[in-house]
Each structure stands twice: as structure tokens, then as C-alpha cells.
């Protein structure tokens, strides 16, 4: 259990009322400004000392990033909108089910209360070796500890790898990559709108982020297409305990099926990689595919071609095949 | 005793005299801070716009409003504690991890200790002191819990039992298994969690009958 320590190290804090004050505001401050969300990943930085930021940019206040608007062609979630209200919302329950079966199944009532869908998107890797100060890769360092041949590395990545192993805990993020969502980050030099796989940071790119936000911009908005809206969806989370815990694996689907054929499909995994995979290949082999157990296991053996697990996370080989089998299985084999 | 140290002590042991002083100063700064950022002066008028945080503020826990001094880095649960001595939220793991410190902020179940007091400046904060009525009644959630006997040590219990309160809120007529999902949140760790679902379930029905 974490030590308990008396307070957290002092720092500024702002509570900007727009998205521009914010984005001034960490300009100003750089590599040493924080913004503070939902703060379930932020507290355990600071109480266990390891990131002390000198300004802390609370978004509470700012309405813009607040809520979700039904929009022409789709359906846009504020940043700040919280985990539990993403999971109850009834145009999402209705069209976008993938997304809400994802938000209600993170961690606790109490997290999801606070927890923000671009926190849970945003959120540092949970890797313990990095989280409890090991001067990692990832940390700036220059050793992964965590595929050391003596580590524990159950948790671990088997895809992806550039030296970092660890994976995205991101919940959300494989079913808003399947929904073919775009997030809107705001700068000081405007807006930019990406894609949401390309908005996880590659270790061989960046070791030390985990997703392209630069210091002093802002993901204000995930926008939803209309594209998938009531499409069959399959979402399913493995996790060792039924609250609380992170994934080991998590896969999510979006097809569109048309006399009993795979017309189109978009499937992404977390839990294999550093960052959210979206699975192309497999989406070549079913694509115009009647949905069976055989095209289910080929699309899940091409998906794991590559992988490569560490000493203690070989099953998560047999868990991403069989996990895309099983969302083929939900299309109605 | 200092003024710094009477700030934040319950109000009956603040003096008539010390409360309103406190209410001129406070009405002071707050007037005088306008004025003064009002001005051409940069640094200042930056600072004003943006919204750095003033350390003495109020915050309404239990219906009341309490004046308290607050730093920046302060958590919820450490200001109740520590500063207003509502000592009934519990800390047990200060992570997010155990559920001991939930308390309901504008009626939604949180964690006390992962929140800044910064950030529910302007909310409606209640912990397990406030469930009781004036009149000394106990809320249906305790009055179940006694019923029932639901905890062995209970130091997860005003934890589990705000958890119990905004579930029957939501919800006031869950499935056990819904009300194991509304209590998932919460860590007990002599694993009372039979009983205190048989708690749950009997708060529900109490609640009902309330309403």
C-alpha cells in the first residue's frame, strides 16, 4: 500500500473560467504547468512526490469543456465531462452503446463521478516501475525495468514495444477509436482536429508522452461521427477484479452487417500495446466476410502475427486472438 | 489561540464579535481586490482574470457555510479533518483505492481524498455527520445499518454508508446485485460485504417506505 504521506508539495493553483485563460496560463508555465482534470491520475503523482508541478491549471470552471451536444452529424463530448455522465447519457445508450459499455465498466462509482473521459484518455501508463519513480525510459532514463528477466511483467505490453513496454490504460479509448471519433485539441495557435488512434504517442516516437499533447494545449472536445450510430458493437473488458482494476485486455467493435455480411467494420484492442491499436488487418480479413468461427480465429491470428510477449504476459497472446473471435461471435455467428 | 487557528473551528466556539470581524475583513478583501486588479497594472490584472485562488474561503458542508483557510495543494478530505473536525470521513488509503473518505459532493459519491477543497469551493459537500437530522432521527441508510449490524470494525462504514445514500437516491429499488455495482466503489477489508449488502438492501427498503 502507498505510504502515507502528510501533504502534497505546495504549488500555484488557477481556476481559469475559458479554454484560452487555461491555455495561456500553461504557456506561461511550460514544463512545469499540470492541468488538473478529474485529478484521479494527477493526486497519486503528487502525494507520492514523483511529478511536482510549480502551477496547477484547475479546469473545473470552464463550462466550454462541459457536457455533451448532439450536433448535425453526430454527437460531441466535452473534456471535461465526466465518466459516469458519458455512461448514462441516452442519445449515447441508444446509438453509441460501445462507448457507454466502456465508460460504465472503469474502475469504481466514485472514480467515474469525478473521472473525466479525456482524463481517462489522457492518463499516464499504470506500469509500476515507471509510477514509483524508476528512472525508466519513459521516466528519461535509459532501462526499462519492467522486461528485465527478473520483472513483473503480467500487465505488460506484447505489441508496439520501442524499449518502453508498459500499455495504455485507457478504457475508453478502443471504443472511440472504433467509433471513428476525432478529438479537438486547442493551442495557442488554434485548433487541430486528429483522429482518434493517431492521438497515442508511440514509445519509438516519443518515449516520454503518451499522447501528442504539447505543453500548453488542451483536448477540449471528442467528436462522434453519425457514421456508426447503431451499428452492432461488441465491447469486453478482462480485468482480474470486477472494480477498481485496469484491463489486461480490452477489445471494441463497430460493424455494419447487411445480409448477413460484414459490410464494414472498424475493431480496436488496448491492453497489448503502449498505445491503442486499431486493428486494420483483421478488419481486411472480415471485411465482406459472413461472420463464422473460422474468419473469427483468422482475424485474431492475424492480429497477434507480430507479437511478442515478455516472460510473463504470454497469455495475453490467446487473450487478444480469442477476444477478437469473440466480438466476431457477437456480430451473431 | 490565534485568529488563523479560530478560523475553521466549529462556530460555537467562535465569538460573536470574532465572527463578524472575520465577515468585515473577508467583504475587505474581497471589495479591495476588485479595486486593486481593476487597474492598467499587468501582473496583477493578468493574475485577476485568470482565477488564481484566494486561501480564505467558504464552503457549504452539511448546510452550513464555514469559513476556512485553505492552501492550494489541500485535499477534501484533509480540510474536513483536519481543519473543520469532521473526523468521521475516514482516511485509509489517501489513493482512491479503499472508498473510506467518500462523501457526496452536490449529491454524487467521491473520494474526499482525491479532490482539491479548491475544486468543490462552490458545491454542496456531505458527509456522514450531516446525515442525521437536526432532531436528532437517525437517515434510513444509518438506521438500516443498525438494523442489520452491518460492519465488524467499521472503519469503512461512513464511507460505505454515503456510497449507500447516493445509491438509494439514484436508484431506491435496486437488485443486490445492483446495489454490490452502487457499493463497488468501497473496500472492506474484515470482508463484511454479505451483511453490509443485506444493510444496503434494507436502507433501500427503508428509504421507500420514507418516501
Request: glycine fraction near 6%; proline fraction near 5%; avoid cysteine.
Given at each position: 500500500m502507498a505510504v502515507i504521506r502528510d501533504m502534497i508539495p505546495a504549488f500555484e493553483l488557477f481556476q481559469p473560467t475559458s479554454a484560452d485563460d487555461a491555455i495561456e496560463l500553461l504557456i506561461r508555465y511550460g514544463e512545469d504547468g499540470w492541468v488538473l482534470g478529474g485529478g484521479m491520475d494527477s493526486f497519486d503523482w503528487w502525494k507520492e512526490r514523483i511529478k511536482r508541478p510549480t502551477a496547477v491549471v484547475d479546469?473545473?470552471?470552464?463550462?466550454?469543456?462541459?457536457g455533451i451536444r448532439t450536433t448535425a452529424d453526430g454527437i460531441e463530448i466535452g473534456a471535461m465531462t465526466t465518466l459516469t455522465e458519458v455512461a448514462t447519457h441516452p442519445e449515447l445508450l441508444a446509438n453509441y452503446s460501445v462507448l457507454t459499455d466502456a465508460a460504465s465498466q472503469i474502475a469504481t462509482p466514485q472514480i467515474r463521478n469525478r473521472g473525466t473521459i479525456a482524463g481517462n484518455l489522457i492518463q499516464d501508463t499504470r506500469c509500476w516501475y515507471y509510477r514509483g519513480g524508476w528512472p525508466c525510459y519513459r521516466a528519461g532514463g535509459n532501462t526499462c525495468y519492467a522486461s528485465a528477466p527478473t520483472a513483473m511483467n503480467r500487465e505488460h505490453a506484447i505489441l508496439g514495444t520501442s524499449r518502453c513496454v508498459a500499455v495504455s490504460p485507457s478504457d475508453s479509448a478502443p471504443a472511440l477509436i472504433a467509433l471513428d471519433a476525432q478529438f479537438v485539441i486547442k493551442g495557442s495557435r488554434g485548433e487541430r482536429v486528429v483522429d482518434a488512434e493517431d492521438f497515442f504517442m508511440r514509445p519509438s516516437v516519443d518515449i516520454e508522452r503518451m499522447t501528442i499533447l504539447k505543453p500548453g494545449e488542451l483536448l477540449t472536445t471528442i467528436r462522434i461521427p453519425?457514421?456508426?450510430?447503431g451499428a452492432t458493437f461488441y465491447y469486453e473488458k478482462i480485468e482480474d477484479r470486477k472494480a477498481w482494476d485496469f484491463a489486461l485486455m480490452t477489445v471494441a467493435s463497430a460493424m455494419r452487417i447487411n445480409g448477413g455480411v460484414i459490410e464494414d467494420l472498424r475493431m480496436a484492442v488496448n491492453g497489448a500495446a503502449p498505445f491503442p491499436i486499431r486493428l486494420e488487418d483483421s478488419e481486411r480479413v472480415l471485411r465482406g466476410q459472413t461472420p463464422s468461427e473460422e474468419i473469427g480465429l483468422r482475424a485474431g491470428e492475424v492480429a497477434i502475427r507480430d507479437a511478442q510477449p515478455l516472460r510473463h504476459n504470454d497469455f495475453k497472446l490467446p487473450l487478444m486472438r480469442n477476444l477478437i473471435r469473440r466480438a466476431v461471435r457477437g456480430a451473431g455467428v | 489561540m490565534s485568529d488563523v487557528e479560530i478560523i475553521g473551528t466549529p462556530e460555537r466556539t467562535v465569538s460573536r464579535r470574532k465572527f463578524i470581524m472575520g465577515v468585515i475583513a473577508a467583504g475587505a478583501t474581497t471589495s479591495s481586490v476588485g479595486y486593486l486588479f481593476k487597474g492598467p497594472q499587468p501582473l496583477l490584472g493578468a493574475l485577476a482574470v485568470q482565477g488564481s485562488v484566494e486561501r480564505l474561503i467558504t464552503l457549504n458542508v452539511n448546510g452550513q457555510q464555514r469559513r476556512v483557510d485553505v492552501l492550494n495543494q489541500e485535499t477534501l478530505a484533509f480540510t474536513l479533518r483536519y481543519k473543520l473536525g469532521l473526523t468521521g470521513t475516514k482516511l485509509g488509503c489517501d489513493r482512491a483505492e479503499c472508498g473510506a473518505c467518500t462523501v457526496l459532493i452536490d449529491g454524487v459519491n467521491s473520494y474526499s481524498c482525491s479532490v482539491l477543497t479548491h475544486t468543490v469551493r462552490g458545491s454542496e459537500i456531505v458527509t456522514i455527520?450531516?446525515?442525521?437530522?437536526?432532531?436528532g432521527t437517525l437517515h434510513p441508510v444509518q438506521q438500516a445499518v443498525l438494523d442489520e449490524g452491518g460492519f465488524q470494525c467499521a472503519f469503512c462504514a461512513p464511507g460505505f454508508i454515503m456510497s449507500m445514500v447516493a445509491m438509494v437516491e439514484a436508484n431506491p429499488n435496486p437488485t443486490r446485485e445492483e446495489a454490490a455495482q452502487a457499493l463497488s466503489g468501497n473496500l472492506c477489508r474484515c470482508a463484511d460485504y454479505d451483511k453490509i449488502l443485506t444493510s444496503a438492501m434494507r436502507a433501500a427498503e427503508l428509504s421507500r417506505q420514507q418516501a
Open positions: 479546469l473545473v470552471n470552464v463550462d466550454e469543456l462541459h453519425s457514421t456508426w450510430a | 455527520e450531516g446525515l442525521e437530522a437536526p432532531d
